[in-house]
């Protein structure tokens, strides 16, 4: 009998790609001594003593947040299961009436043996300028106003959430909220944004994506209002507008993460009820929200088969060790030698 184990990380996420946002770089953080002694690779020259110190400290309480997340994260969850009431029920299981008739189809005609992305290229709309990024309808009006209403609820009841990622710090990650990851989002990605992202990205897919991390995002005045450039811990993203009540906010796409950086970028606006799709490998940043608040549902799916080979944040064979909440999508086969015969 074989036991396959999800609940791993590769090492280089307790020390690579620590974001120091006052500086704009991701530097490696592998304690202070460490980190004290090279800081001049890391920082800025002109960087005084009170920063670095300042510095050095955010990047311990992240450290801390990434090695005692999974558990917190659980706790989180049981605790709002407990506690939370949520006002729209009906959004926590995937309805096909949540999603535009485009969408559908889309994924059906995906799924057609043999079928070939010319084919399918007029029901997409491709992104001037941003190689293999498209814009696909995903949800109604109606549907992201629910979701909406739903999540301004939760951040309205104060009870506990993580932040979504390492360089978002507002927003939610949907797998704490109810039922809403296993009822909502894994269907969804399953069933539709799966078939579709195996016929435009073969090479990121591999057999299947076979698992996921979503979370909502919040832009706004006096939260984050941009975000920089980097890539995703994903194969394949797609990045859904919920609203449209705001100005600026854009995507901006470059180059692949081991292509030579540009200068140049491409802008993509967003729609609402539509998503971005795009390699979680593609170099991209938010603009500076200029206006209002704006929302987005952002699934960061993932290939076993493809990142067990390679881990997409340091390009390495991956290290892995275990965690206390759900993996990074990693997965490694055990046979059980006492029930061998």
């Not at 800081?39 to 003593?49: A, E, G, I, M, R």
């Not at 926590?92 to 992305?117: G, H, M, N, T, W």
């Not at 057999?207 to 450039?229: E, I, P, Q």
């Not at 993460?257 to 009820?273: A, V």
């Amino acid at each position: 009998m074989s036991l396959t184990k999800n609940n791993l990380v590769c090492q280089c996420f307790l020390t690579d790609n620590y974001f120091v946002k006052r500086f704009n770089r991701h530097v490696r953080f592998n304690g202070r001594k460490e980190f004290l002694a090279e800081h001049s690779k890391n920082l800025p020259s002109n960087c005084t003593d009170k920063e670095l110190e300042e510095v050095v400290k955010e990047l311990e309480e992240e450290q801390l947040r990434r090695r005692t997340n999974g558990c917190k994260s659980q706790e989180k969850k049981l605790w709002i299961a407990k506690n939370y009431v949520p006002v729209h029920t009906h959004v926590y299981k995937l309805q096909e009436e949540f999603l535009l008739p485009e969408f559908k189809s889309l994924a059906r005609l995906c799924e057609v043996k043999d079928i070939s992305i010319s084919k399918v290229s007029p029901h997409l709309e491709c992104m001037k300028g941003a190689d293999r990024v498209y814009r696909i309808p995903v949800f109604t009006s109606e549907f992201c106003h629910h979701l909406k209403e739903e999540i301004l609820h939760f951040e309205n009841s104060d009870l506990p959430n993580s932040r979504p990622n390492t360089m978002n710090n507002y927003g939610i990650i949907l797998e704490e909220l109810l039922d809403f990851d296993e009822g909502f989002v894994k269907p969804l990605r399953e069933r539709f944004l799966s078939p579709i992202s195996k016929l435009l990205y073969p090479e990121c897919v591999g057999t299947n994506l076979d698992s996921h991390k979503a979370f909502v995002v919040t832009y706004r005045v006096g939260h984050d209002l941009d975000l920089d450039y980097h890539y995703d811990n994903a194969e394949v993203t797609c990045n859904i507008s919920l609203d449209d009540s705001y100005e600026g906010g854009d995507l901006y796409f470059g180059g692949m993460k081991s292509e030579r950086r540009r200068d140049s970028f491409s802008r993509c606006s967003h729609r609402l009820g539509y998503g971005l799709l795009h390699r979680g490998q593609h170099l991209h940043g938010a603009m500076e929200l200029e206006e209002g608040e704006r929302q987005n549902l952002v699934v960061w799916m993932r290939s076993s088969r493809v990142r067990n080979t390679a881990c997409p944040m340091c390009g390495r064979k991956p290290s892995l060790v275990e965690t206390d909440g759900r993996g990074d999508g990693f997965t490694v086969t055990e046979v059980d030698v006492c029930s061998a015969s």
